[in-house]
């Protein structure tokens, strides 16, 4: 599978961004979708993630209430939608795949197949 991430930006802190990632070679069904991100000089981090049979989704808590994860089957594309983007937001995002069990879905080492990246930049 190949993950092509797309949609980030420079944006006013308060805006908002979608970011999409579509699947190629293969298909997001029987997986878990997630995001993750790295602000400069940090660490990789979780973000969200959402199990592709079922819809159940997982956030990461800063930011909870702001962003949403959410599919479309139909176009194999998984999305984010960031609302009430902050400063510390900044960060380049990857999108990625994998078979975590809930304990692990906020670990990167559960994913297997990563897109690229695209970088989020949010001013001040």
């Known amino acids: 599978v190949q993950l092509q991430a797309s949609g980030g930006g420079l944006v006013q802190a308060g805006g908002s961004l979608r970011l999409s990632c579509a699947a190629s070679?293969?298909?997001?069904?029987?997986?878990?979708a997630g995001w993750f991100r790295q602000p400069p000089g940090k660490e990789r981090e979780f973000v969200a993630a959402?199990?592709?049979?079922?819809?159940?989704?997982l956030y990461g808590d800063s930011v909870k209430g702001r962003f949403t994860i959410s599919k479309d089957s139909a176009k194999n594309t998984v999305y984010l939608q960031m609302n009430s983007l902050k400063p510390e937001d900044t960060a380049v995002y990857y999108c990625?795949?994998?078979?975590?069990?809930?304990?692990?879905?906020?670990?990167?080492?559960?994913?297997?197949?990563w897109g690229q990246g695209t970088l989020v930049t949010v001013s001040s």
């Open positions: 070679g293969g298909t997001f069904a029987g997986y878990t």
């Open positions: 959402l199990r592709w049979s079922g819809g159940n989704t």
């Open positions: 990625a795949t994998g078979r975590p069990i809930m304990s692990t879905m906020r670990s990167a080492e559960a994913y297997y197949h």
